[in-house]
């Protein structure tokens, strides 16, 4: 998944982070990592990159085994969203997306 990572990030003009990659792997998406985790967006970033270098060397079962291989990384509570604040962040882009303006109303 990190090599397909690497791959996006470069065919991706408006590619966000690897942040928001992350967040759509979680199954059942009860927590998300913030998208303000820069310590998260860089081992990504840095493990992505490695990986990517380290395939286009190999062959044969080197290859088979990068792509079989995992990566583990620690999150810290303060890099995770809950499921309330990402409620919350969903109906603040939504009133957003309707009202253009922000915060303006007819009544202003």
């Known amino acids: 998944m990190l090599l397909c990572w690497e791959t996006i990030k470069k065919k991706t003009a408006d590619f966000k982070s690897f942040v928001r990659l992350l967040n759509e792997r979680i199954p059942g998406g009860g927590f998300a990592i913030k998208d303000t985790a820069e310590r998260i967006e860089e081992r990504l970033r840095v493990k992505c990159s490695l990986i990517s270098n380290q395939f286009k060397?190999?062959?044969?079962?080197?290859?088979?085994?990068?792509?079989?291989g995992s990566y583990r990384m620690n999150i810290f509570l303060e890099e995770v969203q809950s499921v309330e604040m990402l409620h919350a962040n969903l109906?603040?882009?939504?009133?957003?997306?309707?009202?253009?303006?922000?915060?303006h109303t007819l009544a202003e």
């Open 57 to 68: 060397t190999a062959s044969g079962r080197k290859k088979k085994d990068l792509l079989s």
């Open 91 to 103: 109906e603040k882009e939504t009133k957003m997306k309707k009202n253009p303006q922000g915060a």
